[in-house]
């Protein structure tokens, strides 16, 4: 995957290797913020369902966030590489489903509170929980790199991207 | 509160949280292969902070738990994420930058448990 022309700045100058653009610092577009709160809404949605079925008593292992982050992390990695490609996706798309409803869907904040309230009761579960936890969704995000990778070739007839897609780090 | 209205407010601060995620990321983002990702860091410890000052109100009883599901479970928990941090890291030990992925990985980790420790303390000492 070429990168488009960018106009050398002083911020892109000095690393722009093929595949990765970078993105001069300004604020998002109105519509692609509208679009990341709209599926950011969705997502909290679907979190707070995740959470309603599998409740917690803070004292037992977090089975909802920890679902949440693993499935998240794999949709997210698999939906980088295969469908929200620069090339075949709009930047709509990916504020919607990357940035919005998948960064949504997943959260930091709850696997640090949640590990913290743990260790009153449970402080094996603790570092279960948070290893656990970071472990399978690194685990999770490579598996939906490969069959993402994988299905792209597939469906494009080449194996030539090797490269990581993740072309936008604020992606979501 | 009734469960439409907690859940219909619950949805508007996720979207809110996702939001104030892009506007947060996009401050602080300079991309290139040989930097770490700010973006995350940026949301996350932000949002282990508030979610430390938010945690000794609801212990105290000072607010409701249906605020909690809103503004911890909506907005924070909107506002963080951990789909990209992961997405990140692979990315980082797929470039052989190893060093740089050990220190997105393990030290969001470390300081989002200091950011909460130093908010939940403040917060309770405030309250007294």
Known sequence: ?172 | MSPALLITLTAVAGGLGAALRLVLSSLVTTSGPGALPRGTWLVNLLGCGALGLLSPLVETGLICSCWFTILAGGLLGAMTTFSTWMVEIITLAERRALVLAAIQLLGQLALGFAAYFIAHFVSAAMIG
Do not use: K
Request: glycine share 10%; with cysteine.
């Open chain 1, 1 to 172: 995957m070429s990168s488009p022309p960018t106009t050398p700045t002083a911020d892109t100058a000095t690393d722009s290797p093929a595949g990765l653009r970078p993105r001069p610092r300004r604020l998002p577009r109105l519509h692609l913020l509208l679009l990341t709160a709209l599926g950011g809404a969705l997502g909290s949605l679907a979190r707070l369902g995740v959470n309603s079925a599998l409740p917690w008593d803070a004292a037992n292992f977090p089975w909802a966030t920890f679902a949440e982050n693993l499935t998240g992390s794999f949709l997210l990695g698999w939906l980088l590489v295969y469908l929200l490609t620069p090339r075949r996706a709009s930047a709509e798309a990916r504020a919607f489903l990357a940035t919005g409803l998948l960064g949504s869907f997943t959260t930091f904040s709850a696997l640090i509170g949640e590990s913290v309230i743990l260790s009153d009761n449970t402080p094996v579960l603790t570092g279960l929980y948070a290893a656990g936890s970071v472990v399978g969704g690194l685990f999770c995000a490579a598996l939906g790199f490969l069959l993402g990778r994988r299905l792209h070739s597939a469906s494009e007839g080449s194996s030539s991207d090797h490269e990581p897609q993740h072309q936008r780090w604020q992606d979501s």
